[in-house]
């Protein structure tokens, strides 16, 4: 009985690569809806001032990528996640904590997520929990790189 569970399980596992591989190499509509990516640039913009993920995601997967070529000590970005309320001072705090935390201040409890900094040509993915997270709150993600937040900063919204 033992043998013959492992062996299904086993089964299921290869069945569910070759349909993931089969349709994600097909259309982009079968995308995973809770993985998301945003792009920043030499002229300290992100790519886009809104991002959000169904209530249902458990996990949140965000890549960050660094579309130009300014070095990450002259122009680094990175994405920071915390509530609407939060997100200025945990800028200030970042901004304190320097280059080597990647401008968050260690252990911050108000910063949902954040990536590393990264320079032109590079990227950076992070994966976080929702749990706590509510639609009925509102999301900031920004650059804590010094300067930057007050230009690069968008709204981020689990939709209920
Ligand atoms: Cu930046």
Redesign the pocket.
């Known amino acids: 009985m033992k043998i013959s569970m492992s062996r299904l399980k086993t089964i299921s596992a290869v069945a569910l690569l070759g349909f993931s591989s089969l349709f994600g190499f097909t259309s982009n509509a079968m995308a995973n809806e809770c993985e998301l990516s945003i792009s ?1 640039n030499d002229a ?1 913009q992100f790519d886009t001032k809104e991002l959000s993920v169904p209530a249902s995601c458990k996990e949140v997967t965000l890549t960050l990528t660094h579309s130009g070529q300014l070095p990450k000590a002259a122009m ?2 990175n994405w920071v996640l915390t509530t609407t309320a939060d997100m200025q001072a945990v800028a200030n705090d970042g901004m304190s904590a320097g280059a080597a935390k990647n401008y968050v201040k260690e252990g911050d409890t108000r910063v949902i997520a954040h990536t590393d900094v990264v320079g032109g040509g590079s990227s950076s993915s992070i994966s976080f929990s929702t749990e706590g997270m509510s639609s009925a709150e509102t999301y900031k993600f920004f ?1 804590s ?1 010094p300067g ?1 937040w007050a230009i ?1 900063q968008g709204n981020f919204i689990i939709k209920a």
Request: glycine residues 12%; contains cysteine.
């Open positions: 920043a300290m680094g970005h650059c790189f930057h690069m």
